[in-house]
């Protein structure tokens, strides 16, 4: 039997902007099974980014409900959902989103000494080993190239090892030898830490590394072509 660990049931997504409210996600359901990869695809501006933010608490929904390991993210305060996120999901960014002022090292131990692990400064030299940046630990972002500092962002998200990992277009950066090498480590930390992995991309190639492709138009899925990766 298998184990939902992450459900989205009837969510719509709406937001402020410039020229008034934009409705984003339209009556959204779906379910994430435990240890599965899962591609998001879909044409620029079909909701794909927004879909991952709501199932990592970044941007709340506007009706609906989203259930991750069991909790209702729509029902807790941003707090509430910082702290579940530090807990179980590792999210990687487009952009990296590292800390200027911190070296590698200190960027990938940050996150776990916020959840109290003792050892996380030998935990994240560790993690650095893994993505073959040991040599760069003392390196500042601004000192490393765009593919060194997502294998830096990778590291970071793998370290607290998360039930959940989110990559948001993590090669939209970077050129393709980077970008190969940064998806072969994604796949790699994700099958060690047993994580289940959700990742929008626009590759339709890369999407079929995944176990399963779900395809996003207009801010809504298109179950006939939800499907299985071959």
């Known amino acids: 039997m298998t184990d939902t660990i992450?459900?989205?049931?009837?969510?719509n997504l709406s937001l402020d902007g410039n020229a008034g409210r934009?409705?984003?996600l339209h009556?959204?359901?779906?379910?994430?099974?435990?240890?599965?990869?899962?591609?998001?695809?879909?044409?620029?501006?079909?909701?794909k980014s927004s879909l991952l933010m709501l199932m990592g608490g970044l941007e709340q929904a506007t009706s609906g409900t989203i259930t991750a390991l069991g909790h209702d993210l729509t029902a807790m305060n941003e707090d509430?959902?910082?702290?579940?996120?530090?807990?179980?999901?590792?999210?990687?960014?487009?952009?990296?989103?590292?800390?200027?002022?911190?070296t590698a090292l200190e960027?990938?131990?940050t996150p776990l000494e916020l959840?109290?692990?003792?050892?996380?400064?030998?935990?994240?030299?560790?993690?650095?080993q893994a993505v073959g940046l040991?040599?760069?630990?003392?390196?500042y972002p601004n000192q490393m190239s765009g593919g060194e500092q997502q294998r830096v962002a990778l590291a970071r998200a793998s370290a607290p090892r998360p039930r959940i990992l989110l990559a948001d277009e993590p090669t939209g950066n970077l050129d393709a030898t980077n970008g190969d090498a940064i998806i072969d480590l994604l796949f790699g930390l994700r099958e060690k830490h047993g994580a289940t992995l959700i990742m929008v991309t626009h590759s339709g190639e890369l999407a079929k590394r995944c176990d399963r492709i779900i395809r996003l138009r207009d801010g809504r899925v298109e179950p006939e072509l939800a499907q299985a990766a071959e």
């Open 115 to 128: 959840a109290g692990v003792k050892d996380a400064f030998d935990r994240a030299e560790a993690e650095l």
């Open 134 to 139: 040991a040599d760069r630990a003392d390196h």
């Open 22 to 24: 934009v409705d984003i």
């Open 80 to 102: 509430q959902l910082a702290r579940f996120r530090r807990d179980n999901m590792g999210v990687v960014f487009q952009s990296f989103h590292l800390i200027p002022t911190m």
């Open 27 to 47: 009556d959204v359901s779906l379910d994430v099974v435990a240890g599965e990869t899962l591609g998001l695809i879909g044409p620029s501006g079909s909701g």
């Open 6 to 11: 992450l459900s989205i049931a009837n969510t």
């Open 107 to 109: 960027n990938v131990a």
